[in-house]
């Protein structure tokens, strides 16, 4: 038995040197970090002991990008002589025992498992956190096209959303809250460059649909309302108004014109023909149509007038 203590006694140390460290330090993170896209993120994780050590001293901080083409990789280094240059728009910073990881314009491609790896003056720990972003959809646009290909349609309306992570969707109701979504068409989904969602949906609408009004509301990935967009059925296209605007201004001038000049006309006239009569009158040129038709009362009242 005695044979066996030294034994006994190297495992141990063999396990406290070793740096089984991690049984003195050790990094606590939330499991994950949710950021907004163009906001600045903060990772922040905190350096713990398993018992006390009230002079702990942290030496190093790397925060690390799992799985990337183009590793990610951002230290703090406050060992003596050491310099700390970070890529540009990240930090680390240490606050106490505080670690974090500064983004300050988190984009879709920042999304992932960071690791944070601490070094101490009594021992290392490592652990990981998983940062996501998410980015609110702009107020979706809807207008409506001529529909040719969907049959019985006669119109469609189109609702684009764009700016949005992660995927959301897109749903119709009319102006009875009645939701039309089944009716539409799948949506096609596109991401951009920067990694942010582009969702449409087209809604045929049916010779006999009865809805004057249809709304196109985006959701997020959540199920969170994000914005929308109503759109009236019954409109007359812009073109059309425009062009209404300018008649109206053009009639609003012609009209005066027009009544003005038929007057005078309509007064010429009149007179002329009270001159021609009255002259047929006199000469009592047989004639039908003045036997039958003497001129008027008004006419001598005319004449009286003008004299
Ligand atoms: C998706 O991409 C296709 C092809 O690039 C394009 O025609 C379409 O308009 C895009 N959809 C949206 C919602 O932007
Ligand atoms: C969705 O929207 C709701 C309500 O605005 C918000 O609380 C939630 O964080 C959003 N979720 C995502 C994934 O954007």
Same mark, same amino acid.
């Given at each position: ?13 063999? =396990?406290? =040197? ?24 903060? !990772? ?5 002991? %398993? ?6 001293? @942290? $030496? ?6 799992? *799985? ?12 003596? +002589? ?12 240490? #606050?106490?025992?505080?670690?974090? !990881? ?9 999304? +992932? ?10 021992? #290392? ?8 972003? $998410? ?9 409506? &096209? ?11 309306? /189109? =609702? ?7 995927? *959301? ?8 809250? %009645?939701?039309? %979504? ?7 989904? #596109? ?7 582009? &969702? ?15 709304? =196109? ?13 109503? &759109? ?15 008649? $109206?201004? !053009?009639?609003? &001038? /012609? ?25 047929? $009158?006199? #000469? ?7 036997? @039958? ?15």
């Amino acid at each position: 038995m005695a044979s066996r203590a030294p034994l006994f006694l190297l495992v141990i140390c063999f =396990c406290c =040197c070793s740096g089984h460290a991690k049984s003195f330090v050790e990094v606590v993170c939330d499991k994950t970090i949710t950021g907004r896209v163009a906001h600045q993120s903060m !990772l922040t994780c905190k350096v713990e002991t %398993t018992q006390e050590i009230p002079d702990l001293t @942290i $030496t190093v901080v790397v925060w690390k990008k799992q *799985g990337d083409d183009d590793p990610f990789l951002s230290a703090l280094d406050r060992r003596p +002589g050491k310099k700390n240059k970070f890529p540009p728009g990240y930090k680390v910073t240490l #606050n106490d025992r505080t670690v974090s !990881l500064v983004i300050t314009d988190p984009k879709v491609k920042d999304e +992932g498992v960071y690791s944070c790896l601490v070094m101490t003056d009594s021992g #290392n720990a490592e652990t990981t956190t998983h940062f996501k972003v $998410t980015a609110k959809y702009e107020a979706p646009s809807v207008y409506s &096209i001529d529909e040719q290909v969907v049959p019985n349609a006669h119109k469609s309306l /189109i =609702c684009k959303a764009t700016g949005g992570y992660p995927e *959301g969707k897109l749903r119709w109701f009319d102006e009875n809250k %009645t939701e039309w %979504t089944k009716s539409a068409e799948p949506p096609i989904v #596109n991401q951009t460059e920067d990694g942010l969602f582009e &969702i449409s949906s087209k809604l045929p609408l049916m010779k006999l649909s009865t809805s004057d009004e249809y709304t =196109c509301v985006v959701y997020n990935a959540s199920d969170g309302k994000e914005g929308s967009a109503t &759109i009236r059925t019954d409109d007359p296209d812009p073109d059309a108004s425009t062009q209404n605007s300018s008649k $109206t201004s !053009l009639s609003a &001038i /012609i009209a005066p014109v027009l009544v003005v000049g038929s007057l005078i006309v309509g007064l010429l006239l009149a007179l002329l023909i009270c001159r021609r009569r009255s002259q047929r $009158t006199h #000469n009592m040129v047989p004639n039908t149509d003045e036997v @039958i038709d003497p001129p008027p009362p008004y006419c001598e009242e005319f004449k009286d007038n003008m004299a």
